[in-house]
Each structure stands twice: as structure tokens, then as C-alpha cells.
């Protein structure tokens, strides 16, 4: 059986999942990213302006927080994936 992804929310009680981030008063005061591998964590209100540096398991994809993405994951802004591109070949 799968469970539906209304049955797999955070509870309301829990509040979001975010993580705790050592250089995030350094990070808002001189503007440098913060690098981070949670793309789980939450997008907080007070994490607007900033600009984070996600793992995307393989290199750190730039993001910079607009109040638009507040409430979303960090991972859902770095894609895992790349862009399918048609190469055509040499022998017709």
C-alpha cells in the first residue's frame, strides 16, 4: 500500500523541520552563503535575503531566498537532476 502525500505531512503540533545553521548571524550580517546538505529544512521568514549554497549531490547550487519560498524545502530550489539535451550523432 502507498500512502497518499496528505498522509505524509509534518504534523501540525511538530511545526517545520529546519536546522540549526553555526554561521547564519555572519551569513545575514556580511552576505556570505551558507553551504548546507539539508535540502529537507524548511524556508524560514527570517531566511529571506539570504543566500544559500544546497548540495545537490554533487556540487553546491546557488539560491538566493525571495519571500515567495517561504514555507518550501531548500532542495526543491537545486535540482538532482540534469536538463535532458538531444545530442544528434556523427553516422547518419
Do not use: D
Not at 505524509?8 to 550580517?29: D, I, Q
Not at 529537507?40 to 531566511?47: E, R, W
Not at 538566493?64 to 544528434?88: I, Q, S
Amino acid at each position: 500500500m502507498r500512502w497518499s502525500l496528505p498522509c505524509l505531512s509534518r504534523s501540525a503540533w511538530k511545526g517545520p523541520y529546519f536546522t540549526t545553521f553555526p554561521n547564519f548571524r555572519e551569513a545575514f550580517s556580511s552576505n556570505t552563503p551558507i553551504y548546507t546538505q539539508a535540502r529537507a529544512c524548511a524556508i524560514l521568514p527570517n531566511f529571506v535575503g539570504l543566500k544559500f549554497m544546497v548540495h545537490n549531490g554533487k556540487q553546491y547550487i546557488p539560491v538566493n531566498v525571495t519571500p515567495e519560498m517561504v514555507g518550501h524545502k531548500l532542495g526543491e530550489f537545486a535540482a538532482t537532476r540534469k536538463k535532458f539535451t538531444y545530442k544528434p550523432s556523427k553516422n547518419k
